[in-house]
């Protein structure tokens, strides 16, 4: 019987190469034929008889099916529903009651919104410790009333 022309360091070498791709061309698609290569290598590791043949054979049934499972259980890309707030960080605080750290004056005043104090604007005249709710965004203000 002939030798196989193919050894498992083969399909482990495939499987790093495979690995440094992902590494240049992500989409975790190299990254999972690499798992297939290296178990693939892990079979020829243990049958190492094994003819090439039934080789290729094996490694393109396990990448198809690595492939498979990429698209199955791959984190899919979060939904883009419109309404994050990741970087509109006062609309966080719609709704929210705060108390007035300084008197609102002439419209403006500051109030405390956990570790931070925000600029506020409302209507009329108020004085601090007052309780307001945040009740729209104007910039980098926030707008409040007495409800």
């Known amino acids: 019987m002939e030798e196989p022309y193919l050894h498992f360091w083969h399909w482990w ?3 790093l190469l495979l690995g440094g791709l992902e590494m240049f061309l992500p989409g975790a698609a190299f990254l999972w034929v690499g798992g297939a290569a290296a178990l693939t290598g892990l079979v020829v590791f243990v049958a190492p008889g094994l003819a090439e043949s039934v ?4 490694f393109g049934a396990l990448a198809v099916v690595a492939f498979l499972a990429s698209r199955r259980f791959a984190r899919p890309d979060a939904p883009d529903d419109g309404n994050s707030t990741l970087n509109r960080r006062g609309e966080q605080y719609l709704g929210q009651w705060l108390v007035l750290e ?3 004056s002439n419209g403006h005043g500051r109030a405390r919104l956990g570790d931070s104090s925000w600029p506020v604007l409302g209507d009329g005249e108020l004085p601090a410790g007052t309780k307001v709710k945040v009740v729209g965004i104007d910039g980098v203000n926030l707008r409040v009333a007495t409800e």
Do not use: D, I, N, V
């Not at 080789?55 to 094996?58: A, C, K, P, T, V």
């Open 13 to 15: 070498a495939l499987a």
């Open 55 to 58: 080789q290729l054979m094996l």
């Open 102 to 104: 300084t008197p609102l």
